[in-house]
């Protein structure tokens, strides 16, 4: 059964890097045929894509995000990570991990398993 | 302002019919497919549908998904007070490089 579980600081300074980490569990994160990202929520909105990757390297971000935003897939611990710099009170929000699944070019995967997320809060 | 719009809120009661609309443009439901998730205050999303019409194992027929043009919607038959939640309709959108979009979400309330 597939878990994906993240964790990471739940209070990031504004101007610093937000690190959160997503562990995937009961399944092979190394498969060609999926891809994993990040969305996240600010308190009260709607859902906010951030990027997605794959293990093989393909990356795609959010242009709103992109210059802001690295997600990179670790074999060796099963994990996805998401990086993102230069924070503000804007990306205070609850952010989710979530696997895509799909076949052919990008635009056809889709999130399909969702974390249960963690709330992170930008404030000094 | 979200790329996809829904009303923020519906209603129904107990055993009728509802329905929640969602409009995109060519660029993200006119030229793709278009996915729902439903979310409970508190807890992630979950896919309720996906590639417009299709519906993941688990959950129940009640749910229907359909796609006209650069609209689509969702139909949820016999409500059930558990389906009180928000519903977020998704699709990709080829315009700026790519990237997800989503609708702002519309709060269903069994009365």
């Known amino acids: 059964q597939l878990q994906l579980h993240e964790s990471g600081p739940g209070l990031v300074k504004p101007s610093e890097t937000l690190s959160l980490t997503c562990t995937v569990s009961?399944?092979?994160?190394?498969?060609?045929?999926?891809?994993w990202g990040w969305i996240r929520q600010p308190p009260g909105k709607g859902l906010d894509w951030i990027g997605s990757?794959?293990?093989?390297?393909?990356?795609y971000y959010n242009p709103s995000l992109k210059s802001r935003v690295t997600i990179s897939v670790d074999a060796s611990k099963s994990q996805v990570s998401l990086r993102l710099s230069s924070v503000t009170a804007a990306d205070t929000a609850v952010y989710y991990c979530?696997?895509?699944?799909?076949?052919?070019?990008?635009?056809?995967?889709?999130?399909?398993?969702w974390g249960k997320g963690t709330t992170v809060t930008v404030s000094s | 302002q979200s790329v996809l719009t829904q009303p923020p809120s519906a209603s129904g009661t107990p055993g009728q019919r509802v329905t929640i609309p969602c409009s995109g443009s060519?660029?993200?439901?006119?030229?793709?497919?278009v996915y729902w998730y439903q979310q409970v205050p508190g807890t992630a999303p979950k896919l309720l549908v996906y590639?417009?019409?299709q519906r993941p194992s688990g959950v129940p027929d009640r749910f229907s998904g359909s796609k006209s043009g650069t609209s689509a919607s969702l139909a949820i038959s016999g409500l059930r007070s558990d389906d009180e939640a928000d519903y977020y309709c998704?699709?990709?959108?080829?315009?700026?490089?790519?990237?997800?979009?989503f609708g702002g979400g519309t709060k269903l309330t069994v009365l």
């Open positions: 060519s660029s993200n439901i006119g030229s793709t497919y």
């Open positions: 979530a696997r895509l699944s799909g076949s052919g070019s990008y635009e056809y995967y889709y999130m399909d398993v």
């Open positions: 998704a699709a990709w959108d080829d315009s700026l490089s790519g990237r997800w979009v």
């Open positions: 009961g399944f092979t994160i190394t498969r060609n045929d999926y891809y």
């Open positions: 590639r417009n019409d």
């Open positions: 990757a794959s293990y093989s390297g393909s990356d």
